[in-house]
């Protein structure tokens, strides 16, 4: 698009005008710069298309071969371990030899594209025909000089059009991408002046079903109401949607048939941010930042007295304090890419006091301590109890210790619930969570004396 748009500039710019004038003297000079503008104009968008093609696929394949050397340089001890550094060698090599191969396609058809070749013998034929003008007395020596004086003007822009067309194409494909996530609309229905308010914390699901493919539901007709402070655990094997459906709680999706209310409001009509900021979430694929330990608790929090306070409440809460004070630069420490310098349980500890620090009314935590030893998980359940109180709570969990602390229990199984209730009503009366739990459940001791 832009190309073309470029090309028309052209023609609009250079051509246009000195035909205009050229028009002055006599019509027969008219010929020969027609020819030539249809000629370059035909050529410039054959050029123009041709080079875009290219220029797509080595774009392409500069991001893979970006993309797969970091790939193997974030997964360098896996490589190593598994003794494929010759492997992982012999790719990097193979896609830059294939963008190596793009790139020389590019100049070869660079080079065929020769404008400034065809303006020379164009040049030539206007030069003739100025001469037999001339001599038969139809052109003055005046009209004979500007004429040529003006053909030869669109020398530089000729001869610059390869370049500009070149860094035009290549400039459009690289952009294309960007400006394809700018234009895009998200698919969250969001109100420019929804409803903000505190929340008491009533979460309801009512008849709700998702699917990242309308074919391929992954929740089905779901309906459960958590009450305010309550705390729910949603239990059920891998892949039978329970990250999905907390996902849906602060709308990352928006599902495809039902509704989902908080406080009986549709989720819809609060105001995006503020409705986001009133739940917390702790992920078992948590992310940090390169930032300092004080940094990423904070994140984006006003440094004031009531935030020290606040920081140091969540460093215990989560059972973080004592590692953080063991480091290098204590809570001024950089962590590194995604906490790289930590442990899976310290990553995972300073996740949860970050979700501390913000105070949230709902709180969601995925599996948040599956990354702790038991002794820690210990320590770190006292301060989700002390957390817990107060706000509402959904747990995802397979730690049967955080499960019996849950008011109440919700089994899901291929999307859909199959059944509610306590651990031990459950236990009794739920196929599905008795296969789930059994193993775990205390055996009683038998005397061998008997």
Not at 139 to 158: D, F, K, N, R, W
Not at 213 to 221: A, F, G, H, Q, T
Not at 365 to 373: F, G, H, I, K, L
Request: hydrophobic content about 40%; aromatic content about 10%.
């Amino acid at each position: 698009m832009f190309t073309e748009y470029s090309i028309r500039l052209y023609a609009t710019l250079v051509i246009v005008p000195i035909s205009f004038i050229i028009s002055q003297f006599s019509w027969s000079l008219w010929i020969n710069p027609f020819i030539f503008s249809m000629l370059t104009i035909w050529m410039l968008f054959r050029y123009s298309s041709q080079l875009s093609t290219i220029n797509t696929h080595i774009r392409q394949q500069f991001g893979k071969v970006n993309a797969d050397l970091n790939e193997a340089i974030d997964g360098i001890e896996t490589v190593k371990a598994n003794t494929l550094e010759s492997h992982e060698e012999k790719r990097f090599s193979d896609n830059v030899q294939e963008y190596k191969r793009l790139s020389k396609k590019r100049v070869f058809l660079e080079a065929a594209y020769l404008p400034i070749l065809v303006y020379y013998v164009f040049l030539g034929f206007a030069l003739f025909q100025c001469l037999f003008l001339f001599q038969s007395g139809s052109l003055t020596i005046g009209e004979t000089i500007a004429y040529l004086g003006l053909l030869t003007s669109m020398q530089v822009p000729i001869a610059n059009s390869e370049i500009t067309f070149s860094f035009i194409s290549s400039g459009v494909v690289s952009a294309r991408k960007i400006l394809n996530t700018l234009w895009n609309t998200h698919s969250l229905a969001i109100k420019e002046s929804g409803l903000r308010k505190e929340f008491v914390g009533r979460i309801e699901f009512r008849n709700v079903s998702f699917g990242y493919s309308k074919e391929n539901l992954v929740l089905k007709n779901i309906n459960f109401v958590v009450y305010p402070n309550e705390t729910v655990a949603l239990v059920g094997t891998t892949g039978s949607g329970k990250s999905t459906l907390v996902k849906l709680i602060n709308r990352m999706y928006d599902p495809l048939e039902g509704e989902i209310l908080i406080d009986e409001v549709n989720a819809k009509e609060y105001d995006i941010d503020c409705f986001r900021s009133q739940i917390g979430v702790i992920e078992q694929d948590i992310f940090l930042f390169s930032w300092s330990v004080r940094e990423n608790v904070l994140f984006g929090k006003k440094a004031n007295n009531s935030a020290e306070i606040d920081f140091m409440r969540a460093l215990h809460q989560s059972q973080a304090h004592q590692f953080v004070q063991k480091l290098s630069d204590h809570d001024s420490t950089k962590i590194g890419e995604n906490g790289v310098q930590l442990s899976g349980g310290q990553r995972q500890r300073l996740a949860m006091a970050r979700a501390f620090m913000s105070s949230p009314k709902i709180l969601i935590m995925d599996d948040a301590t599956s990354a702790v030893d038991s002794e820690t998980e210990h320590r770190i359940q006292k301060g989700m109890t002390s957390m817990m109180k107060g706000r509402t709570t959904l747990l995802i969990t397979h730690r049967l210790s955080q499960i019996r602390q849950a008011d109440r229990i919700i089994v899901l199984d291929k999307g859909e619930i199959k059944a509610e209730g306590t651990h031990e009503q459950l236990m009794k009366n739920c196929e599905e969570y008795n296969m789930l739990f059994s193993e775990k459940e205390p055996k009683p001791l038998i005397n061998k004396h008997l």
